[in-house]
């Protein structure tokens, strides 16, 4: 067989090789880098070595956090703020599982829905400018954009990249303390701007680090 026929098998083998090299190793599951979890949610999936199925506590998370939000807690003075993110929380204890589940998928869009409409909520309770507020939101749902894409094309963000902007556990924290405080619309500005300059940053240099074709993966690969 000649060296070129043999070239596109070594070149598919090596290319995904080359950017587990580069990246980080495949996922035990796709499902869960979906979830976009912090440093709670993951403490608290370890806590029940991932036997606890993510789809029931993510429900019971958002069920609960969606009746505080429709009482209008997000906008309370005090340390009610908190409520709705300790009751998502819940939903930490299923980030450990492997979510290969018939129904698992769901848990990732609705952490994202329910995170989503309490920064919202928080925001339009203490009247953050709504530039503000899309500001803010667009920077989550570009970092979650980039994830899906990511994972179509078998490139991994870091794992510290979760930890870096927080997780959806450790930014709904924050604007709850930044209601507690009453400096919202402070914290939604300094928020935006981390979350944008630390998404973009990574995601810009993730992509130009990935090979572009299987020949350039090759070239890329490290010898044997």
């Known amino acids: ?37 912090g440093p709670l ?14 789809l029931p506590p993510a429900l019971a998370g958002a069920f609960v956090t969606g009746v505080l939000l429709v009482l209008g807690i997000a906008g309370a ?28 998928w769901l848990a990732p869009p609705i952490l994202r829905m329910t995170e989503y409409g309490f920064i919202a909520s928080a925001g339009f309770a203490r009247s953050v400018p709504p530039a503000l507020i899309v500001a803010l939101l667009g920077a989550m749902a570009f970092h979650h954009y980039d994830t899906v894409y990511r994972l179509r094309q078998h ?10 902007g927080l997780g959806w556990d450790g930014r709904m ?32 240099t993730c992509w130009l680090a990935a090979p572009r074709t299987p020949d350039e993966a090759v070239d890329s690969a490290p010898q044997d």
């Open 41 to 54: 949610s993951k403490a608290m999936g370890l806590l029940v070595a991932g036997q606890l199925p993510p």
């Open 173 to 204: 924290l924050v604007v709850a303390l930044g209601g507690l405080l009453d400096v919202m619309t402070a914290v939604f500005v300094l928020l935006a701007v981390y979350l944008w300059a630390l998404f973009g940053w990574e995601s810009l």
């Open 77 to 104: 003075d005090d340390f009610a703020v908190f409520a709705p993110a300790v009751a998502l929380l819940l939903a930490g204890a299923g980030s450990a599982h492997r979510h290969d589940g018939r129904l698992d």
């Open 1 to 37: 067989m000649s060296e070129r026929s043999r070239r596109p098998g070594e070149a598919g083998g090596k290319a995904r090789g080359a950017i587990s090299v580069h990246m980080t190793p495949v996922p035990r599951g796709v499902v869960v880098a979906y979830r976009d979890d």
């Open 155 to 164: 490139v991994y963000a870091p794992p510290w990249l979760a930890t870096a």
